[in-house]
């Protein structure tokens, strides 16, 4: 099984980067920071960060602290037919996706996160799956040319059509230029299909 050391991501200043996760929500062990470079970055990168919960109140609590740290809200928390949560973008740029495949309360409420997942968004899912696969990644799930799932451990990796993960979360899939993101893992060095690095 393929590890995920970390994400690493590009902001504009660490300082305040920081400030914001620490006050958001507990990530520091998948998630890393470092200066931006000067390369352009605009709209859509590609790629959302899931924090997936136990339960609603869950979501709403790190929903709550992360717009109390400077977030911006893209699509308030709901209910749906696969569960509840919602998106956001911190104040980084990045686009993070808190849900909860639960509808229903199952204890006191807590801030515990289950997983941390990175969605890419990628042209041709079949064909970055393949390219994955020949990097030595595992399929865990597949739902053909829709959705893929890795078999990685700290972050879970996960394939989904780019315009249908920007609907997803409710941004305009137009964007160009840096990815602003880097996977440190087992796996690397190389750059698959879209543009992403992993190191």
Do not use: C
């Amino acid at each position: 099984m393929t590890n995920i050391n970390h994400i690493t991501l590009e902001v504009p200043d660490t300082t305040a980067a920081k400030a914001f996760y620490a006050a958001a929500f507990d990530v520091d062990k998948q998630i890393e920071l470092r200066q931006a470079s000067d390369e352009p970055s605009d709209g859509f990168r590609g790629y959302t960060l899931s924090l997936v919960v136990g339960q609603p109140s869950t979501v709403d609590s790190l929903f709550a602290s992360a717009l109390e740290a400077g977030a911006t809200e893209i699509k308030p928390v709901a209910k749906s037919f696969w569960g509840y949560g919602g998106s956001l973008r911190a104040p980084d740029g990045t686009i993070w996706k808190i849900a909860s495949s639960s509808k229903k309360e199952t204890g006191p409420a807590t801030r515990q996160i289950d997983d941390v997942v990175l969605l890419l968004g990628v042209e041709d899912v079949k064909a970055t799956k393949q390219f994955y696969a020949d990097q030595g990644l595992k399929v865990g799930k597949s739902f053909g040319s829709k959705y893929v799932e890795f078999e990685t451990t700290n972050v879970k990796l996960a394939l989904y059509g780019r315009k249908a993960l920007a609907k997803d979360v409710g941004v305009p899939v137009e964007g160009s230029g840096s990815h602003r993101i880097a996977i440190s893992s087992d796996a690397g060095p190389f750059t698959d299909l879209d543009g992403f690095a992993w190191e």
